[in-house]
């Protein structure tokens, strides 16, 4: 008996420990890649302004051909919605709203994931021009993982994980425009 009481015990206090830890570890994470592009700006801005080309880069569309997917309102527009549900659970479920549209530079999103974990989080796709024939798109995906779920940044790496996945959908984008 005296040795289930320790073992209790000893699970009890890193239970406590690891609760302890995530209450001071930062919850937000911000992650980002970037790819420069042989085509004109306002033509990579029209292409991607339009969620429905997403499925022709993104890394997740690719990993599912088989998902169900459901779209609401006018693509390129403020209040467009990507519904996908997949039984990968790499791809799982959710929905995708354009949120914002600044016109030839930048295009902001609300992500709502519903499996295989509920979350929210945002990203917005930016376009510059370093020159007349060239377009710099930055990929940004921003999250925040809620106390005690945020103990999980200490066996992942957000930046590593999440920045392949949007480093593979810019490669992807890249070859994409570039043979048009």
């Not at 980002?32 to 592009?37: A, G, H, M, N």
């Not at 006018?74 to 209040?79: I, K, R, S």
Request: charged letters at 25%.
């Amino acid at each position: 008996m005296k040795i289930i009481k320790t073992i209790l015990t000893i699970l009890v206090l890193l239970i406590v420990i690891v609760l302890v830890v995530a209450a001071f570890m930062k919850k937000d994470y911000s992650v980002e890649r970037d790819v420069t592009i042989k085509k004109p700006k306002q033509e990579v801005f029209a292409y991607l302004v339009l969620l429905k080309n997403h499925n022709n880069f993104t890394k997740w569309a690719s990993m599912d051909p088989k998902m169900k997917q459901e779209f609401k309102g006018t693509d390129g527009t403020v209040g467009f919605t990507s519904s996908w549900d997949s039984n990968m659970e790499n791809v799982g479920k959710g929905e995708q709203t354009i949120s914002k549209i600044n016109d030839g530079e930048r295009i902001d999103y609300n992500l709502h994931f519903i499996k295989p974990f509920d979350a929210n989080a945002t990203a917005y796709l930016e376009t510059t021009a370093p020159s007349a024939n060239q377009t710099k798109v930055r990929w940004v995906f921003e999250g925040k993982m809620n106390y005690p779920m945020n103990i999980m940044c200490l066996f992942m790496n957000m930046d590593k994980s999440l920045g392949a996945d949007l480093q593979t959908g810019l490669d992807n984008l890249k070859n994409v425009l570039e043979k048009q």
